[in-house]
């Protein structure tokens, strides 16, 4: 079956390393979406990309980014982990232009210490 | 840009009783408002979805109603069950086609058996 998967699923760094999450899905869609939750926010957006070598900043995107090489894959690269980023980390694809229902990820949990 | 309210953050309802969820928007343009169901230590998961040209939309249990005037729209949820606890988000997008989903900050809803 068709899916959306992130890895890995709980991380813990230390601050001032790169750590980079993975977000695959295999409905082969176009657009891909990164959010972070964190308690009193909700969900908020990171980054998010329309295509392939597309990427557009979100509302919370200091500190983070991402690249789209091919359809499937999406990876968030923190370049200099703050314990500010210690989040729960969701994944989100959507097939694209005219298209309604968006597909989450089962989310990674990163700690920084 | 869309900013999104949701009220309340937590709600508890006896079974069997109903339970309403509101969210209000700020961006006339926007068309579509799905919710979002998350249980615990999972993603978001669709349950259901209005576009703007209809004012209510029911699906067994659970219904949408929206305002367009007043620019709010809020899920029922009916004969309310333990397995409907868990946090709930609205979210509404732009009509422009292609443009990224602006959360509500959630609400918890607790069904006390």
């Known amino acids: 079956d068709a899916e959306i998967t992130q890895s890995p699923r709980h991380k813990i760094t230390e601050t001032g390393r790169q750590v980079t999450l993975a977000c695959h899905q295999t409905?082969?869609?176009?657009?891909m979406f990164w959010y972070r939750q964190d308690l009193g926010h909700g969900l908020r957006l990171i980054h998010y990309?329309?295509?392939?070598?597309?990427?557009n900043k979100g509302e919370v995107s200091d500190g983070y980014s991402v690249s789209r090489s091919n359809t499937e894959d999406l990876p968030l690269t923190l370049e200099s982990a703050a314990s500010s980023q210690t989040s729960v980390y969701f994944c989100?694809?959507?097939?694209?232009?005219?298209?309604?229902?968006?597909?989450f990820g089962p989310g990674t949990r990163l700690t920084v210490l | 840009g869309e900013n999104v309210e949701q009220h309340p953050s937590t709600l508890s309802v006896q079974e069997g009783d109903s339970a309403v969820i509101k969210c209000t928007y700020s961006?006339?343009?926007?068309?579509?408002f799905p919710w979002y169901k998350q249980e615990l230590g999972k993603g978001p998961q669709l349950i259901i979805d209005?576009?703007?040209?209809?004012g209510e939309k029911k699906d067994q249990r659970i219904a949408v109603t929206l305002n367009k005037t007043a620019k709010h729209f809020s899920l029922h949820i009916t004969e309310t069950q333990p397995e409907d606890s868990a946090v709930y988000f609205c979210?509404?997008?732009?009509?422009?086609?292609?443009?990224?989903?602006?959360f509500g900050k959630g609400t918890r809803l607790s069904v006390i058996a």
């Open positions: 989100a694809s959507r097939p694209g232009l005219g298209s309604y229902e968006q597909f």
């Open positions: 409905w082969n869609h176009n657009n």
């Open positions: 990309s329309y295509g392939v070598q597309d990427t």
């Open positions: 961006d006339s343009a926007s068309n579509y």
């Open positions: 209005i576009r703007s040209n209809v």
């Open positions: 979210a509404a997008r732009g009509n422009s086609g292609n443009t990224p989903l602006v």
